[in-house]
T-cell receptor, first 114, second 110 residues
Framework: NAGVTQTPKFQVLKTGQSMTLQCAQD?????MYWYRQDPGMGLRLIYY???????DKGEVPNGYNVSRLNKREFSLRLESAAPSQTSVYFC?????????????FGPGTRLTVL | TQLLEQSPQFLSIQEGENLTVYCNSS?????LQWYRQEPGEGPVLLVT?????EVKKLKRLTFQFGDARKDSSLHITAAQTGDTGLYLC??????????FGKGNQVVVIP
């Protein structure tokens, strides 16, 4: 039981390049989330998926797209990376969005955009 | 505007001392969670408090939810080096999203 896994762990991009961050959970959770964490800013929600087949914008969605591929997988895509997107990205999942929404986090992807 | 304010932002104490950190808001939450994050890792859930005035204990950690469900505190008794980390509080407002504070960075010196 791996919980929430994320790939890659580290990535360096040049401005304008694109990439997809992958996330998978094996806990049969309905809801999945993408956050970014920056020094002094805390965790900010980018996008979330309350259930398979649905996605919604969070607090800072600009420059990102997401795909809920199936119940297990939720990917985050940067179409044209910018230095402002240098951050640590965390994927999380929770069992039922109507409950306490206790979230389980992956280990993070550390992204640098040059 | 930050929905949840955590204080102090940084706290350094000697091993064996006690400490309390706070999470405050002007909003009411249906529940509040505390997470601990260690360097290079994702946050890990410690506890969820739901009822106003609720107190939960997790070994040497005591969590309290304010009577009005707007604030919370975390007290650590006889801190150990393994308690070092970033403590994050997060409030749920029933819309399947959590609002996170910026965290209390705790450093326990041996």
């Amino acid at each position: 039981n791996a919980g929430v896994t994320q790939t890659p762990k580290f990535q360096v991009l040049k401005t304008g390049q694109s990439m997809t961050l992958q996330c998978a959970q094996d806990m049969n959770h309905n809801s999945m989330y993408w956050y970014r964490q920056d020094p002094g800013m805390g965790l900010r929600l980018i996008y979330y998926s309350a259930s398979e087949g649905t996605t919604d914008k969070g607090e800072v969605p600009n420059g990102y797209n997401v795909s809920r591929l199936n119940k297990r997988e939720f990917s985050l895509r940067l179409e044209s990376a910018a230095p402002s997107q240098t951050s640590v990205y965390f994927c999380a999942s929770s069992a039922d969005w109507q409950a306490y929404n206790e979230q389980f986090f992956g280990p993070g992807t550390r992204l640098t955009v040059l | 505007t930050q929905l949840l304010e955590q204080s102090p932002q940084f706290l350094s104490i000697q091993e064996g001392e006690n400490l309390t950190v706070y999470c405050n808001s002007s909003s009411v939450f249906s529940s509040l969670q505390w997470y601990r994050q260690e360097p290079g890792e994702g946050p890990v859930l410690l506890v969820t408090v739901v009822t106003g005035g609720e107190v939960k204990k997790l070994k040497r950690l005591t969590f309290q939810f304010g009577d009005a469900r707007k604030d919370s505190s975390l007290h650590i008794t006889a801190a150990q080096t393994g308690d070092t980390g970033l403590y994050l509080c997060a409030g749920a407002k029933g819309n399947n999203r959590l609002a996170f504070g910026k965290g209390n960075q705790v450093v326990v010196i041996p």
